[in-house]
């Protein structure tokens, strides 16, 4: 045992040091064997802030394709969503007992960006973060509830050397510390996000970015968050490649009037399109195909149709323009 596990460990009382080490072994003996550490009927909590709140709430968020992956595998958890929208380290640490109380037999730890993210109103500094993070998992530990380290993705990241993700640096290295000291998995998603971006500019793909608003994770970066976390747990290339699979038949919604229901795969075929053609939004596509397709409806239709049966038959004609478009039967200026 190492000095550092001598010190983490002295805070404990005999039984509950026996019980953490006795986990550590198991955590890595299990990841040595290529085994999946999670075990059909076992749970999880989610811990994080609105990333992991998206996670939980998106049919294609990383949470429900972890998840989906596990159960692919024959693996299926009971998931305890616990992510909220602008959670820093401290504010997780004050909500944990609450957590805890539904007793997961494991729990993901997602903490850092919010700690340094200008977007957040109550910044936790480097000292008060690192104090946290430890609170955190020495409760966790104290309770038997084994735990997942996340390192935080990447703010802004079409520019991945941004001051905020310098500042975050040392934040990630603590956490990489812990999870190395106290033995437990780790999802290295901000390696994983710098990775992919470096695929993507390596192959000239006309995707520049994981994110939809420089903070939150579009479609693409729940799949990066999801396929690191289940190769975290022990999953192979395989057993990821069907939970992609499943990820691309995942309905993808937006609260825009113009969107009909689409699955991720149609949606990524629309970023790529508006990419391609420098477009800065997809809604910037979508939305003269759905005027064009509004305008065809209501000049067919029969004196005095109501607006409902009007906007049903552009939904038609919407839709038929849209796979056409993506199907790259017709071009965006084809149908202006």
């Not at 059909?40 to 990333?51: H, K, M, R, T």
């Not at 729990?107 to 993210?117: E, K, Q």
């Not at 710098?194 to 970015?209: A, D, G, V, Y």
């Amino acid at each position: 045992m190492t000095i550092g596990h001598t010190r983490l460990f002295s805070r404990f009382p005999r039984h509950c040091t026996a019980f953490l080490l006795f986990l550590a072994v198991a955590f890595q003996t299990a990841i040595a064997a290529g085994e999946i550490i999670v075990k059909d009927g076992e749970s999880i909590a989610f811990l994080g802030d609105s990333i992991t709140a998206e996670g939980w709430e998106r049919e294609y968020g990383y949470v429900r394709v972890a998840l989906q992956g596990l159960e692919a595998a024959g693996i299926k958890v009971t998931p305890v969503p616990a992510g909220v929208a602008g959670d820093t380290s401290e504010r997780m640490l004050k909500r944990l007992d609450g957590i805890l109380a539904k007793k997961p037999t494991w729990m993901t730890l997602s903490c850092g960006f919010n700690d340094v993210s200008p977007a957040c109103g109550w910044k936790v500094g480097y000292e008060d973060f690192t104090k946290n993070v430890t609170a955190i998992l020495d409760t966790c530990g104290a309770a038997g509830v084994k735990v997942i380290i996340l390192t935080p993705s990447l703010y802004q990241d079409t520019d991945p050397e941004n001051e905020t993700n310098h500042k975050a640096a040392a934040y990630v290295a603590y956490l990489r510390q812990q999870a190395e000291q106290r033995s437990l998995p780790l999802a290295d998603i901000n390696v994983a996000h710098r990775t992919e971006l470096t695929r993507l500019k390596s192959e000239s793909s006309p995707r520049k970015t994981l994110l939809y608003d420089g903070i939150h994770m579009a479609p693409r970066g729940n799949m990066m968050m999801a396929a690191c976390l289940l190769k975290t747990l022990g999953l192979t290339d395989e057993q990821v490649a069907k939970a992609r699979e499943k990820w691309l038949a995942a309905g993808y919604r937006r609260p825009i009037t113009v969107w009909r229901d689409m699955n991720v795969r149609q949606f990524e075929n629309a970023e790529a399109f508006a990419a391609e053609e420098k477009i800065a939004y997809v809604d910037t596509v979508l939305q003269p195909l759905w005027e064009r397709a509004l305008a065809a409806a209501a000049k067919a239709a029969p004196p005095h149709a109501d607006m409902e049966s009007i906007r049903k038959a552009a939904q038609f004609h919407y839709g038929k323009d849209l796979d056409a478009l993506l199907d790259g039967a017709v071009s965006i200026k084809d149908l202006r």
